[in-house]
């Protein structure tokens, strides 16, 4: 190997080098803060500095970090993205082999490139396994689920031009770019964005009644695609009814309208399943994947589609009628392709339902102990629930609950991090508080986790508890913060 070529000009005096940034020494915390505040989204991070996670965090094990003060957490955080805890070995050692053996071409955009043939092959194999139907399916890649969804749209739209509307369900979250934005109801982050696309409905999640007279009412030949998450995530973790995802699946078939299972949270194994559509009896027509397919350090997404739909929109002369520069790009589709691989060696699904459902027992245990606290939890796999009773038990008008509802979430969070543990919002509910461990945490990382949210129960046995452990300024910092933010809130969820 040769030496690198000394720099051709000196670099600006404040350059920050990126041997600074890996050595950590040459950036400190502090300085990594203010860095972030000044040129990112400052107020975002001062609102989680409040919440005792505004990091920067650095690893001490995979499924542990450690801040800037040298705290340690367990993280149950990172929004169903990190499947294997941070800077897994089993994907580290691969990323070594890779960069001294391949020779892929990094960007092969439009040319044919190894790494994503065998990973489009291997996710089409896969579902087919579960679902038949799809043994012909075909793959388009991106770098987020945001666009995977975006993607689906427009398959959609390509099979049936003739047709207006976009159906999603109350509480769902798909992305923030604006197709995706506008099968997401939530007035919070749709309202000053409009007009989105047009034509995107909202039916109550889980009623199927609803969702016939809505079909009845605006003609199944005017509704391009149905998109529906087999659980919800961001909602809070709603798992729908028996019988609700076959019925939409049904409806679908019945008027060929394209049937889109949102599986970028739950699917490859979150929810203890490979794909949770099909554990629950649908066979969707597109199917979205992202999250846990990046392993946790790199971006991939995917829209896998059946061939006809696909072809309609990529067939022939119209095949670049969509595309990206940087989906299927080599790394991200090798450490794709290793994460699959992983979870189906260990077949970590399987593994996230048994634990899962062990954790699920333990906060059932909890929340029958701590009924003041904790109005209720849910979960399936390693997708798991708290929601919290209301820090103010009194009625309250319309967006003062709304704020105190809000705040609830963020003031357990808090004590949730106080107590050792890392857990996310849930970005289309209130007094909701997730816990997303990584499938292959250990046993015994697991139970101590569990360990601290019941000690985190323990210090707060009422929701009030919340508000009175906080200390006062932070409270009023943290009031004052949630107050700037529009008025108009998604309607409470409880
Ligand atoms: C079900 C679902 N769809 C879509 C998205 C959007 O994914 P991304 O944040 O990668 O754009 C998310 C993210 O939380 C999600 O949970």
């Not at 392709?337 to 699920?360: I, N």
């Not at 979430?409 to 816990?435: C, D, I, P, Y």
Request: aromatic residues 8%; positive net charge.
């Amino acid at each position: 190997m040769s030496a690198p070529l000394p720099p051709a000009a000196p670099l600006p005096p404040d350059f920050i080098r990126a041997e600074d940034v890996l050595s950590e020494g040459g950036l400190r915390p502090a300085r990594v803060r203010e860095l972030d505040q000044r040129y990112g989204n400052e107020e975002l991070l001062y609102g989680l500095d409040l919440l005792g996670v505004g990091g920067p965090f650095y690893r001490v094990t995979p499924w542990e970090l450690e801040d800037g003060h040298g705290v340690r957490r367990i993280n149950a955080s990172g929004y169903a993205a990190v499947p294997f805890g941070e800077m897994p070995p089993v994907i580290t050692a691969f990323l070594r082999e890779y960069l001294e053996k391949n020779r892929a071409m990094g960007l092969p955009q439009q040319s044919s490139a190894p790494w994503r043939a065998a990973l489009q092959a291997n996710l089409v194999r896969l579902l087919a396994r579960e679902l038949p139907s799809h043994s012909d399916s075909q793959v388009f890649f991106c770098s987020s689920g945001t666009e995977a969804i975006e993607g689906a749209m427009k398959f959609a739209k390509a099979w049936r031009p003739r047709a207006k509307f976009y159906i999603s369900f109350s509480s769902g979250y798909h992305g923030k770019t604006l197709g995706s934005l506008s099968l997401t109801p939530n007035p919070e982050y749709q309202d000053i964005f409009r007009p989105l696309v047009p034509g995107a409905v909202t039916s109550p999640y889980g009623d199927l009644e609803a969702l016939l007279t809505l079909v009845r009412r605006i003609g199944p030949d005017n509704i391009v695609a149905i998109f529906v998450e087999p659980i919800q995530g961001e909602g809070g973790v709603n798992i729908p009814p028996p019988g609700f995802l076959h019925g939409v699946g049904a409806l679908c078939r019945k008027h060929g309208i394209v049937c889109i299972a949102d599986e970028i949270q739950t699917g490859l194994g979150r929810t203890g399943h490979w794909f949770e559509s099909a554990a629950q009896g649908l066979d969707p027509d597109i199917i979205t994947l992202a999250k846990p397919l990046g392993g946790g350090m790199t971006a991939v997404g995917a829209t896998m589609v059946r061939q006809p739909i696909y072809k309609k929109m990529l067939g022939g002369l119209s095949s670049k009628r969509h595309s990206n520069t940087f989906g299927g790009n080599s790394l991200g589709m090798a450490v794709g392709l290793r994460s699959l691989q992983y979870l189906m060696e260990e077949d970590l699904p399987a593994r996230s339902l048994r634990l899962g459902s062990v954790g699920l027992e333990r906060l059932r245990a909890l929340q029958a102990q701590f009924p003041r606290l904790l109005q209720e939890v849910r979960g399936q796999g390693l997708l798991l629930a708290m929601q919290f009773q209301p820090v103010v038990g009194l009625p309250l008008p319309g967006t003062l609950k709304e704020f105190v509802y809000e705040g609830t979430a963020l003031l357990a969070l808090r004590e949730l991090h106080e107590a050792g543990v890392m857990g996310n919002l849930s970005l289309s509910s209130k007094r909701t508080v997730r816990l997303t461990p990584a499938l292959d945490m250990p046993e015994d990382v697991f139970d101590r986790m569990v360990g601290r949210v019941g000690n985190f129960a323990s210090r707060n046995p009422a929701s009030r508890h919340l508000l009175t452990n906080t200390p006062a300024a932070l409270t009023a910092q943290l009031a004052k913060f949630a107050a700037s933010k529009p008025k108009k809130r998604t309607t409470s969820d409880g």
